[in-house]
């Protein structure tokens, strides 16, 4: 199973700009789909983002559509989230997430298979 570490999360106004990477180790990182969801308090958690293991597809959800942007390295078994135009609503724990070997399901929590411990992102207006 894929262990996951997240980094780069913290605290930003409003417009601004973060970029969080998650390092895979553990398992076989190019032939899982991977993906960003997050967490606000006192409510669910949520898809953000996502990327297919074959062709890097990538699928968002529509509230970061635009301003979000997922890749991998698979050289390097990372995946980055670069987050632009920064929301108070987007604020939250962010999660990177793993999929099951060679699975194309990966869209929602049950697709993922490894979860990392979660970094901070704050928005303030």
């Known amino acids: 199973q894929v262990q996951l570490v997240e980094s780069g999360g913290g605290s930003v106004q409003a417009g601004g700009s973060l970029r969080l990477s998650c390092a895979a180790s553990g398992g076989t990182f190019s032939s899982v789909a991977m993906g960003w969801f997050r967490q606000a308090p006192g409510k669910e958690r949520e898809f953000v983002a996502a990327?297919?293991?074959?062709?890097?597809?990538?699928r968002y959800a529509d509230s970061v559509k635009g301003r979000f942007t997922i890749s991998r390295d698979n050289a390097r078994n990372t995946l980055t989230l670069q987050l632009n135009s920064l929301k108070p609503e987007d604020t939250g724990v962010y999660y990177c997430?793993?999929?099951?070997?060679?699975?194309?399901?990966?869209?929602?929590?049950?697709?993922?298979?490894?979860w990392g411990q979660g970094t901070q992102v704050t928005v303030s207006s």
């Open positions: 997430a793993a999929g099951r070997l060679y699975s194309g399901s990966y869209s929602r929590s049950s697709d993922f298979a490894s």
């Open positions: 990327i297919s293991w074959r062709f890097s597809t990538t």
